[in-house]
């Protein structure tokens, strides 16, 4: 995928899953919350595509999204 490039207009995950479990912590969801773990769910996919390629691989493993501190 080139840099920049979006994944997917629909949502990477079940809205009213998450929306349960934030409720199971005694919050609720924002308007916008989804949204923000929308794109962090991108940047992270993002970010593992990109370690993959940099490591020779066309396969993403559990380990790409393990980024270094």
Not at 13 to 39: F, M, P, R, W
């Amino acid at each position: 995928m080139a840099k920049g490039k979006k994944v997917a207009s629909e949502p990477l995950y079940v809205a009213s899953k998450v929306k349960a479990a934030i409720k199971a912590y005694g919050c609720n969801t924002s308007g916008d919350a989804l949204d923000g773990l929308q794109g962090w769910m991108t940047w992270h996919i993002q970010q593992a595509a990109a370690r993959a390629k940099a490591n020779g691989r066309k396969t993403v493993r559990a380990h790409d999204f393990i980024l270094p501190m």
